[in-house]
């Protein structure tokens, strides 16, 4: 790949790879993606930017962890592939996916490429069926369309400081409010916020505020569903054999443990003179990331989603959309920010376990 500056960069994102016993059986696997994909791993509470307490592989990146990623289990479960190369990104979107991004990614690290990921992954594609080899993708994207994202991490923050005003009030000076029409109930896709004040009984006062975007998901529908096609026809184009579209898992099953993410966030956003009047240690406690109240429109906000991205994945006997596996409250991380709904590692496996489905069914 020495002569090419897209196949030399492609390397840079090559995860696993074995030696080549022969031409005709062995298989490249790219990926292209957001979060899920590229997955990001949060293993402690922190917050702040940067996603502190976040793994990531050798290319040092916090938020992209391909040996954590269902590639690198199917890599496993597959020995046919003999170069597993992941050029998905926390926080991309399709657009990000097709033409690249110029800022940083979620995490704050520069893409830092000379083509966008749909050129990576096209250029070593073409270049694995130059070789002799087959050549399989799998992807998701369209979430990061939407402000989706910091919808779900609002939302995790007043919940957190929700229970703040009930759970971690020794002295009692905490006070906590919903502030959205409808209430708590209308939040999630109409937008507002949440109110918080720690009342000392002598001194300052402090208030915190959290606002909460309206979901701008239908606006950009439209935008996911052209894109979804672009991506699979570029895919297809540059010599695919078997291309996966990975749908979105209902993420309403998902537990965080609020006591401790609580704890940090209000730590995070008190002056240090005002951490007494926070338990001395975090209450480990979880609780569903999504309220009772929520899950009925949560579903059909990743309903909508997954249809935007059917419609424009083309009907191809070489391109399958894989519907999403059934998570249970174990399959999905417990932490924020940045970690809760992402995949835990059975939540990995089991999107490994969907995409060997939907590779076996081409």
């Given at each position: 790949m020495s002569g090419n500056p897209t196949l030399v960069d492609a390397n840079k994102d090559r995860i696993r790879c074995r030696e080549v016993q022969t031409v005709s059986d062995d298989t490249v696997l790219t990926l292209t993606g957001d979060s899920i994909s590229s997955s990001h791993h949060q293993w402690g509470?922190?917050?702040?930017?940067?996603?502190?307490?976040?793994?990531?592989?050798?290319?040092?990146?916090?938020?992209?962890?391909?040996?954590?990623?269902?590639?690198?289990?199917y890599f496993d479960m597959d020995g046919s592939i003999v170069d597993y190369d992941n050029y998905a990104r926390t926080g991309y979107g399709t657009g990000d996916i097709i033409a690249g991004?110029?800022?940083?990614?979620?995490?704050?690290?520069?893409?830092a490429r000379v083509a966008s990921p749909l050129g990576l992954a096209t250029a070593r594609i073409a270049k694995a069926k130059a070789d002799g080899h087959q050549a399989y993708h799998a992807t998701t994207g369209g979430v990061n369309n939407t402000n989706?994202?910091?919808?779900?991490?609002?939302?995790?923050?007043?919940?957190?400081?929700?229970f703040?005003?009930?759970?971690?009030?020794?002295?009692?000076?905490?006070?906590?409010?919903?502030?959205?029409?409808?209430?708590?109930?209308?939040i999630v896709t109409n937008?507002?916020?949440?109110?918080?004040?720690?009342?000392?009984?002598?001194?300052?006062?402090?208030?915190?505020?959290?606002?909460?975007?309206?979901?701008?998901?239908?606006?950009?529908?439209?935008?996911?569903?052209?894109?979804a096609t672009r991506i699979v026809n570029a895919l297809l184009t540059?010599?695919?054999?078997?291309?996966?579209?990975?749908?979105?898992?209902?993420?309403?099953?998902?537990?965080?443990?609020?006591?401790?993410?609580?704890?940090?966030?209000?730590?995070?956003?008190l002056p240090p003179s005002?951490?007494?009047?926070?338990?001395?240690?975090?209450?480990?406690?979880?609780?569903?990331?999504?309220?009772?109240?929520?899950?009925?429109?949560?579903?059909?906000v990743i309903g909508d989603l997954n249809r935007a991205i059917q419609l424009g994945v083309p009907f191809h006997e070489s391109v399958r959309v894989a519907?999403?596996?059934?998570?249970?409250?174990?399959?999905?991380?417990?932490?924020?920010?940045?970690?809760?709904?992402?995949?835990?590692?059975?939540?990995?496996d089991a999107l490994a376990n969907t995409l060997a489905g939907a590779l076996n069914d081409i």
């Open positions: 509470f922190g917050v702040g930017p940067g996603c502190p307490m976040t793994s990531f592989d050798d290319r040092g990146m916090p938020g992209n962890n391909g040996v954590f990623s269902y590639g690198r289990r991004r110029a800022g940083p990614d979620a995490c704050g690290n520069a893409w989706w994202t910091t919808v779900l991490t609002r939302l995790a923050m007043c919940r957190a400081l929700e703040a005003g009930e759970t971690l009030n020794p002295y009692g000076v905490f006070r906590f409010e919903w502030a959205a029409v409808g209430g708590k109930a209308g937008g507002g916020g949440c109110n918080f004040w720690l009342d000392l009984p002598v001194g300052e006062d402090y208030y915190i505020n959290i606002g909460v975007p309206r979901y701008d998901g239908p606006a950009q529908y439209s935008t996911i569903t052209a894109h540059a010599g695919a054999d078997k291309v996966v579209w990975m749908l979105y898992y209902d993420i309403t099953p998902a537990n965080v443990d609020v006591g401790q993410y609580a704890w940090a966030k209000l730590k995070s956003l005002t951490h007494s009047y926070l338990p001395a240690a975090p209450v480990s406690t979880l609780q569903p990331l999504i309220d009772p109240l929520w899950v009925g429109t949560v579903r059909g519907l999403p596996p059934p998570f249970t409250p174990g399959d999905i991380q417990i932490t924020a920010e940045g970690g809760s709904p992402h995949p835990s590692p059975s939540g990995q």
